[in-house]
C-alpha cells in the first residue's frame, strides 16, 4: 500500500481545510487508517482514525467536534475535514494505514504500517 496525502495550505485561524489521503492498491479497503500530525519540535501526534468500514472513528480530545474523517473506498481515499482552525494545529499531517483494524494502539505510530509523505498545514493568527 503506497499512501499519498495532499490538501495543506496555509489558512487564517477560524479557517478550513480538507486533507485527503490516496492509496494505491487493492486491498487498502481493507486497512483501518489514521491520520498524524507533527509539529515542529514536537513529537508526531495522533489526530484521528477510521475503520475499513467508516463505521468507526475516533478522534484526538484536541480535534474532537472540529475535525471530521471519512473515506471513500470506491476512490481508495481517506478525508479529514478541518473546521475551525486554531494556531496550534499548524504542522505537517499524516495518513497512515493498517490491517490490523482499530485495536488498543489506533493511536500509536507503531499500530500502522504504512504512511504517507505528509502534508504541511499553517494556520495563522
Known amino acids: 500500500v503506497q499512501l499519498q496525502a495532499s490538501g495543506g495550505g496555509l489558512v487564517q485561524a477560524g479557517g478550513s481545510l480538507r486533507l485527503s489521503c490516496a492509496a494505491s492498491?487493492?486491498?487498502?479497503?481493507?486497512?483501518?487508517t489514521g491520520w498524524f500530525r507533527q509539529a515542529p519540535g514536537k513529537e508526531r501526534e495522533f489526530v484521528s482514525a477510521i475503520r475499513w468500514s467508516g463505521g468507526t472513528t475516533y478522534y484526538a480530545d484536541s480535534v474532537k467536534g472540529r475535525f471530521t474523517i471519512s473515506r471513500d473506498n470506491a476512490k481508495n481515499t481517506v478525508y479529514l475535514q478541518m473546521n475551525s482552525l486554531k494556531p496550534e494545529d499548524t504542522a505537517v499531517y499524516y495518513c497512515a494505514a493498517t490491517p490490523y483494524g482499530l485495536g488498543a494502539g489506533v493511536d500509536r505510530r507503531s499500530w500502522y504500517d504504512y504512511w504517507g509523505q505528509g502534508t504541511q498545514v499553517t494556520v495563522s493568527s
Open positions: 492498491g487493492r486491498t487498502f479497503s481493507t486497512y483501518a
